[in-house]
């Protein structure tokens, strides 16, 4: 049977069957994809606070930091920063790998020492003050925050993409696919009904002329 609406639909019982199977199918399709946007906008909320405290941590740690590099730009002069500066070596790598949160990949950064410990100084002592010593370890501190920053960052915009996908696709199966299917069920159910109502009638009739004829 052809319909405008619905184009070509065979209307039995078995095509029922089948159409009510569907729809059973994509509500459960349904459920699962909305657990799962209800959970990773969760993982949003909670990765949205951890940034927020590393944001206040590293502006913290660059405080301390350039406070102290300016007091030791006051005892040994600028110009010995900058010449201390040149001779500074490789001491941190950052290195990446991939994890999964919820089935959303993301880099993750980490933070490694390059030099063994003790083996950090690179000016000797009587150059040197203890403020220098101070910005150094806490401009160091403040890279290990920076990254996770920019991990977590990188996170919320991938698990932010995830959820309006996964919201377009619970959208589509809410508004779309699962009331087309009722309907569809439902015109089968109506048809099916009508055509019974009508061989209903057809034997009524029959029965009736039998019975006249036997009279």
């Not at 201390?84 to 993301?106: D, F, H, N, R, W």
């Not at 009508?194 to 009638?201: A, H, L, V």
Request: glycine share 4%; charged share 30%; proline share 2%.
């Amino acid at each position: 049977m052809s319909t405008p609406e619905f184009g070509t639909i065979s209307a039995t019982r078995m095509e029922l069957l089948n159409t009510r199977a569907r729809i059973r199918l994509a509500q459960k399709g349904h459920d699962l994809l909305k657990e799962k946007m209800d959970a990773l906008v969760i993982e949003l909320y909670a990765i949205k606070d951890e940034v927020r405290e590393a944001r206040k941590q590293v502006e913290g740690e660059l405080l301390v930091a350039y406070q102290s590099l300016a007091k030791a730009e006051m005892i040994l002069g600028p110009d010995k920063i900058r010449d201390l500066a040149q001779y500074a070596p490789e001491v941190l790598e950052i290195k990446t790998q991939t994890v999964s949160i919820m089935g959303v990949k993301s880099p993750r950064f980490i933070v490694e020492e390059v030099q063994k410990e003790g083996e950090d100084i690179f000016y000797g002592l009587t150059s040197s003050s203890a403020q220098l010593d101070r910005a150094i370890v806490y401009f160091r501190k403040s890279l290990r925050t920076l990254m996770i920053i920019a991990e977590k960052m990188t996170l919320l915009e991938r698990l932010a993409f995830e959820i309006n996908k996964t919201k377009r696709r619970v959208n589509a199966l809410s508004y779309i696919l699962i009331p087309k299917l009722r309907a569809i069920a439902t015109f089968i159910a109506s048809t099916l009904e009508e055509q019974e109502r009508e061989t209903f009638s057809r034997l009524k009739r029959v029965k009736a002329i039998l019975e006249a004829k036997k009279k």
